[in-house]
């Protein structure tokens, strides 16, 4: 498990979907390895509850947090694949304008609404890290099979986003860092059903050691990019 030793001493951790199955695998690695207090979970039945696609109660977990120590580690484990009335498109025939909102709304929308809201919470000086659960689909340069529209969309808005905002956090904050992170195939909801023989998949509890490890290792020269769970740069 890693220690998390590259971050100054003191501050807190948020993890914002602490109710899905990676989400809560990293806030129980981050309890265990106890670099942060408090350790906060975010998640719409949580308290105060958050909702990534209700910006009011994005500002007011974020009024919640500014009245813990600092954080120094926000993980954004949030993300929507399927759902009633949502599914990966096999071709542009299943184009479907609601769910393209859908999907937008909490792949990347609701993210960029957090970087808004809990970005300014950052130290500013010292290592302080915003990381944002991407996919290796979201890649434009890594797309060979085409499909998944919606998902591959958002989370290429996604990862735009992230590198918007860091260029504007390294004026505030030189130390800090903002990046987004693929997990891999992980044994969750989200991605169990698209499982195959083949893959590497992890549990949870696998993927959010290597995704803390990774983190560990990012300083600012990093900051605004697109790393997988190896801790290798994923192509745009």
């Given at each position: 498990m890693p220690t998390l030793t590259s971050f100054p001493s003191g501050g807190s951790a948020v993890i914002i979907g602490a109710t899905g199955g990676i989400g809560a695998a990293l806030a129980e690695a981050l309890d265990h390895a106890q670099?942060?207090?408090?350790?906060?979970?975010?998640?719409?039945?949580?308290?105060?509850?958050?909702?990534?696609?209700?910006?009011?109660?994005?500002?007011?977990?974020?009024?919640?947090?500014?009245?813990l120590p600092p954080p120094r580690l926000i993980l954004d484990a949030t993300g929507l694949l399927h759902g009633p009335g949502i599914s990966p498109e096999k071709s542009w025939r299943d184009i479907d304008p609601e769910a393209f909102a859908r999907s937008f709304a909490v792949n990347a929308t609701g993210p960029a609404l957090l970087m808004k809201?809990?970005?300014?919470?950052?130290?500013?000086?010292?290592?302080?890290?915003?990381?944002?659960?991407?996919?290796?689909v979201g890649s434009i340069g890594d797309n060979r099979l085409g499909g998944w529209y919606a998902y591959r969309a958002s989370k290429a808005a996604l990862n735009q986003f992230v590198h918007s905002a860091a260029i504007e956090l390294k004026r505030r904050a030189p130390?800090?860092?903002?990046?987004?992170?693929?997990?891999?195939?992980?044994?969750?909801?989200?991605?169990?059903?698209f499982s195959r023989a083949g893959l590497d998949v992890q549990a949870p509890a696998t993927a959010a050691a290597r995704l803390l490890a990774v983190i560990d290792g990012l300083d600012a020269g990093r900051t605004g990019g697109f790393f997988d769970h190896r801790g290798d740069v994923v192509a745009w």
């Open positions: 670099t942060f207090t408090p350790v906060t979970r975010l998640s719409r039945r949580g308290e105060p509850a958050l909702d990534i696609t209700d910006e009011a109660s994005i500002e007011r977990a974020a009024e919640h947090l500014a009245r809201h809990l970005l300014p919470l950052l130290p500013r000086t010292g290592k302080a890290v915003f990381a944002t659960l991407s996919a290796r130390e800090a860092v903002c990046v987004a992170l693929h997990p891999g195939t992980v044994d969750t909801p989200l991605s169990g059903p």
